[in-house]
């Protein structure tokens, strides 16, 4: 496969803007409305009414760069905004950016001087033909890893041979602009779909991925999970598994099941969608799609990698058996659940099926999980043109998207009285949301039949979170098309906006997301793909992990590039003046913590 690349240029906006625009508080996005209360969330304005520096309060852009197609395989750059991108992970001054789809790499961005920040080039060595990094891609010390998983928007092909497209690539990033690919990890074909990583605050050269799989064709559908140990690398690096986990193998269910529904009969999947360890390695937080959040008891795996005990079917007392757990009740294994009651699962049953829980990002220092869902994103409902002059064409809106919920975990410290009486309010074993984040967009009442009523939401947005970043009191929250949302959780029990940001999108992409035009096939009779534009202007779509770098926090969008703002509102003083913050990825920037010191240690079982 070739690859072909040029250095383009890379558009840079500094601007520093307050209060910004704010329209409405009665949820209308036409006309000019009265300023809303600040209590309630902005309701965001058509691509159209968004200015270059963007629209925002409490939010400040530093820059943005639409990460241009510079760097291809099978195709020359266009010279225009790639589009397609994935997740984001930051190591030093380093930002790396991956890609949904199988014609370009993830690239390496320098944010050293954030204003000037320039693309250095691709990751090297990576998988064409398949997604490297689109929502599994994580940085920890001089570690980087690249998950490989299925192309989607049909923008896949065969990869070369002898490279696993279901695997992870393993990196060296001693030098951060430079990635020196060390070790791959081949899933032999199982559906991959995001990882998380884990460094050991007892051995900080021990770390752990934790890789999800969904979909069909699994060769164990029961299993959810795989623990991989790539403890020593990137030094010395010899990647093995150590342990699986599945809710259908634990409980004996299926990978999903039905729900009869008014009008319909719905399939809950009961898949996990992100599994993240908490930084003590003794609990993992898990996002199981449709069946809710559990917690998982890890600690009889850690002990055994820990102590140098053997993972082995037929365990003694120092060892643990690799294999996925076959009962509620099973003993032995190195993970668990840590309640063996599935019923303990907290689940926000109907009226909301267009959701599926998506990241569980534990607070620091709090009792608490935030727990993003994600929603379908809006589609063409059938053939759109590829003129924008000729229309867009009908859309399939997806109502009401999805929401963040604060989940209440605590375990040994806090009670319930009644009277004489007192107990133990065990949200390990028992969680229970107690806190729910929509928009205005979102409220029920705008729900008909055919989407949004009109004149309450942007027809063309997606109204569904994804990632965040987590402090004590203060979440940001990338929302897709609802932009990144700025949320405090003082009040546990009542999550309220305090800043939004919404990126100016690009003109054109070359490979689209969501709303697109056919694609685009190179004439060479090669069967290969040349572009996928957009059909009509390209929406917003913030997507990505939230990081921070030198109080400054940065994020991703699939199809506008990468924006780095700066945030000035309640709570602001959370955010390091120094340093990065990774989330989602415990031990990344010092073991024991996350998203970063001062934040995150845990002691999950230890006597209060």
């Not at 400040?60 to 639409?66: C, F, K, M, Y």
């Not at 920040?117 to 980087?144: C, F, K, Q, W």
């Not at 004590?472 to 929302?479: K, L, N, R, W």
Request: hydrophobic share 35%.
């Amino acid at each position: 496969m070739r690859f072909v690349g040029a250095v383009g240029s890379v558009f840079i906006i500094v601007v520093v803007f307050g209060m910004g625009f704010l329209l409405g508080g009665t949820a209308r996005i036409g006309g000019a409305a009265a300023e809303p209360p600040p209590y309630l969330p902005a309701v965001r304005p058509p691509v159209s009414r968004i200015p270059p520096q963007g629209l925002g309060r409490n939010f400040e852009l530093v820059a943005h760069l639409p990460l241009l197609d510079d760097y291809q395989w099978n195709n020359t750059p266009m010279g225009i905004p790639r589009g397609d991108n994935g997740d984001i992970t930051i190591a030093d001054h380093c930002v790396y950016v991956g890609a949904i789809m199988g014609y370009q790499p993830a690239v390496v961005v320098d944010v050293k001087d954030p204003a000037r920040a320039r693309v250095v080039g691709p990751v090297p060595d990576l998988v064409p033909g398949v997604m490297n990094g689109g929502e599994g891609i994580e940085a920890s010390a001089d570690l980087l890893v690249i998950d490989q998983r299925a192309a989607i928007d049909g923008l896949g092909y065969p990869s070369p041979p002898g490279l696993p497209t279901r695997g992870l690539a393993v990196y060296d990033i001693s030098n951060c602009e430079q990635p020196r690919l060390v070790a791959r990890f081949d899933y032999e074909g199982e559906p991959t779909h995001l990882f998380s990583l884990w460094r050991d605050p007892e051995n900080p050269a021990r770390v752990l991925a934790i890789q999800t799989f969904g979909g069909g064709g699994r060769r164990e559908p029961e299993v959810d999970i795989r623990v991989v140990d790539l403890s020593g690398c990137p030094k010395t690096c010899t990647p093995h598994l150590a342990a699986k986990w599945g809710l259908p193998a634990q409980f004996s269910l299926g990978p999903s099941r039905p729900m009869s529904y008014p009008g319909t009969t719905h399939s809950l999947s009961l898949n996990t969608h992100e599994a993240v360890m908490s930084t003590d390695g003794k609990r993992i937080y898990m996002a199981q799609m449709q069946a809710g959040f559990l917690m998982l008891d890890s600690t009889r795996l850690v002990n055994t990698l820990r102590s140098g005990g053997k993972l082995v079917p037929n365990p003694g007392p120092t060892d643990c058996n690799p294999a996925a757990a076959p009962s509620p009740d099973a003993e032995g294994f190195c993970l668990t659940a840590l309640n063996p009651d599935p019923n303990a699962l907290d689940r926000s049953q109907p009226p909301v099926l267009s959701e599926w829980y998506h990241t569980p990002v534990k607070v620091p220092g709090r009792p608490y999980v935030i727990v993003l869902s994600e929603s379908r994103e809006v589609q063409s409902a059938g053939q759109v043109p590829a003129d924008p002059n000729d229309g867009l064409g009908p859309v399939r809106p997806h109502c009401p998207g999805s929401l963040l919920r604060v989940v209440y975990v605590g375990d040994q410290e806090y009670y319930w009285s009644y009277g004489d009486e007192r107990g133990l309010m065990r949200g390990d074993l028992y969680p229970k949301t107690v806190g729910v984040f929509g928009l205005l967009e979102q409220q029920f009442e705008n729900c008909t039949a055919t989407g949004h009523k009109p004149g309450t939401a942007v027809v063309r947005a997606a109204y569904s979170l994804h990632n965040a970043l987590v402090f004590p009191h203060i979440v940001f929250a990338t929302y897709y098309g609802g932009g990144l949302r700025a949320i405090d959780i003082t009040d546990a029990f009542s999550p309220v906006e305090v800043g939004y940001y919404f990126g100016q999108p690009v003109k054109q992409v070359r490979w689209a997301h969501e709303i697109a035009a056919d694609t685009v096939m190179k004439p060479d009779g090669s069967g290969l793909a040349q572009s996928k534009p957009s059909a009509g202007p390209p929406d917003l779509i913030h997507f990505s992990y939230v990081d921070s770098y030198n109080g400054l926090l940065i994020f991703g969008d699939i199809n506008n590039g990468l924006y780095i703002v700066r945030y000035t509102g309640p709570h602001a003083d959370e955010i390091p003046k120094q340093g990065i913050c990774v989330p989602g990825n415990p031990g990344a920037v010092k073991p024991g913590y996350e998203p970063c010191p001062p934040y995150g240690q845990t002691n999950w079982g230890a006597p209060r």
